[in-house]
């Protein structure tokens, strides 16, 4: 029995908490003020892209109004999981990040029954 002892890092990555924000949003999904408020995602854009294009993890995309603190509208886009392939991708690679800090993985679950914390 080896003695080594994985160390944990609490700290997850960026991607991580971008794959854990999608999957909590379900179908409703998440826009860039969201992750901002949420895990002070400052490039929304560019992590879904890498989602997408490095990890085959595919989201749907649709454009919705959005009002300002002025009264003024601008648009947003949503981003949400594609389909339940697109789900069990990002749950699978949400554990591979969660295995590389140490943690295990989320066995079993579900999008629909994420507990609000990723530890």
Not at 20 to 43: H, I, K, M, V
Not at 74 to 101: E, I, P
Request: with cysteine.
């Amino acid at each position: 029995m080896s003695d080594h002892k994985i160390k944990l890092n609490p700290i997850p990555a960026k991607e991580e908490l971008c794959i854990w924000a999608l999957l909590r949003a379900q179908n409703s999904g998440l826009f860039q003020l969201e992750a901002s408020n949420d895990y002070g995602e400052t490039c929304l854009h560019s992590s879904i892209s890498t989602l997408q294009n490095r990890h085959n993890i595919f989201l749907a995309r649709e454009s919705k109004p959005h009002t300002h603190r002025h009264g003024g509208t601008t648009r947003f886009t949503h981003y949400r999981l594609m389909d339940d392939v697109a789900k069990q991708r990002a749950v699978n690679r949400l554990n591979y990040l969660r295995s590389k800090r140490g943690y295990a993985p989320l066995l079993g679950i579900l999008p629909t029954h994420l507990p609000y914390s990723m530890v």
